[in-house]
């Protein structure tokens, strides 16, 4: 089963982590493996060790793209998403695990750094093996097409509008 959680809405990073919670209760494997996703410490990183070796979270990607005070060129991003993906093509075809999450994938191809077509026909040749969860805004239409389960994120209020900052355990 192909799930996306898409949208502007909050949601999508944590409604994954709720599966992985989940699976994990039922003796499943998950691993969650990150795009963008860098040196940042989030919540998750610290509570996913607890549910170890069951759970296991990769970070792939080096923050930022482009906002909030990013120094890296574009090919460096690039670089990072594309070993990032093959990470994800190796959880998937390796067998080892029962649900592969590939968290902020659709804004890694949304921001082209990685080959969007490429993960299309991986996606496409995907017919048994491990359920696949992608997370991020601007999922694209055909992984949309592709998906069993496809949940986009509505927002309707976010702190964020109220100049309200991130909070530690909230939003990361
Ligand atoms: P979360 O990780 O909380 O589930 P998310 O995965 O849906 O959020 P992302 O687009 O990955 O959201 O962005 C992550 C960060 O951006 C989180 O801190 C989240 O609270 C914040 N965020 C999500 N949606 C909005 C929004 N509509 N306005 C402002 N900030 C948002
Ligand atoms: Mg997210």
């Known amino acids: 089963m192909i799930s ?37 410490k989030s919540g998750e990183d610290e509570s996913s060790k607890r549910l170890s070796p069951d759970f ?19 090919e460096e991003h690039q670089k990072a998403a594309e070993k990032t993906w093959q990470m994800c093509k190796d959880a998937i075809s390796g067998g080892e695990h029962d649900i592969v999450i590939m968290d902020e994938i659709n804004n890694a191809m949304d921001l082209k750094l990685i080959k969007k077509d490429e993960v299309k026909d991986f996606l496409k040749k995907h017919k048994k093996g491990a359920d696949l969860i992608l997370t991020g805004r601007n999922a694209p239409k055909w992984l949309i097409d592709t998906a069993d389960l496809v949940t986009e994120m509505k927002d309707v209020k976010h702190p964020f509008n109220k100049n309200i900052k991130a909070k530690r355990g909230i939003e990361f």
């Open 56 to 74: 296991s979270l990769v970070k792939g990607g080096i923050g930022f793209v482009g906002i909030l005070g990013d120094q890296h060129k574009i």
């Open 4 to 40: 996306v959680f898409t949208g502007n809405g909050k949601g999508k990073t944590t409604a994954a982590l709720g599966q992985a919670l989940r699976a994990v209760g039922e003796k499943k494997k998950v691993i969650m493996i990150q795009f963008i996703k860098g040196p940042f």
